[in-house]
Nanobody
Framework: QVQLVESGGGSAQAGGSLRLSCAAS????????MAWFRQAPGKEREGVAA????????YYVDSVKGRFTISRDNAKNTLYLQMNNLKPEDTGMYYC??????????????????WGQGTQVTVSS
């Protein structure tokens, strides 16, 4: 059974940090590109960070560059998102996603066919 399970969300104050984890099971993790998406209330889901199967290259949406870091431990079948200097606009439900191979558009939701259930991140000012 293919499954992604996120954890690590919670509440933080502006300027604080959180680290999200996404545990994968049921498939060969190191053959899959992975990404983090987020969705704020009333807004469309947007891609935040992505990485190819080997962990390089990595991609970030402009709003998180220099603050967020995506990484993966293929031996542990786990994807991470280190979020520093959090801002209230980072608030939302964060999802990890996976797909086999190399997506042409790394921040397109349609490019991924495996999704986690999401973990909530709330940043207060």
């Amino acid at each position: 059974q293919v499954q992604l399970v996120e954890s690590g969300g919670g509440s933080a104050q502006a300027g604080g940090s959180l680290r999200l984890s996404c545990a994968a099971s049921g498939y060969t993790h190191n053959n899959y590109a992975m990404a983090w998406f987020r969705q704020a209330p009333g807004k469309e889901r947007e891609g935040v960070a992505a990485t190819y199967p080997g962990g390089k290259p990595t991609y970030y949406v402009d709003s998180v560059k220099g603050r967020f870091t995506i990484s993966r431990d293929n031996a542990k079948n786990t994807l991470y998102l280190q979020m520093n200097n959090l801002k209230p606009e980072d608030t939302g439900m964060y999802y990890c996603a996976a797909r086999s191979g190399f997506p042409y558009q790394v921040f397109s939701s349609d490019a991924y066919d495996i999704w986690g259930q999401g973990t909530q991140v709330t940043v207060s000012s």
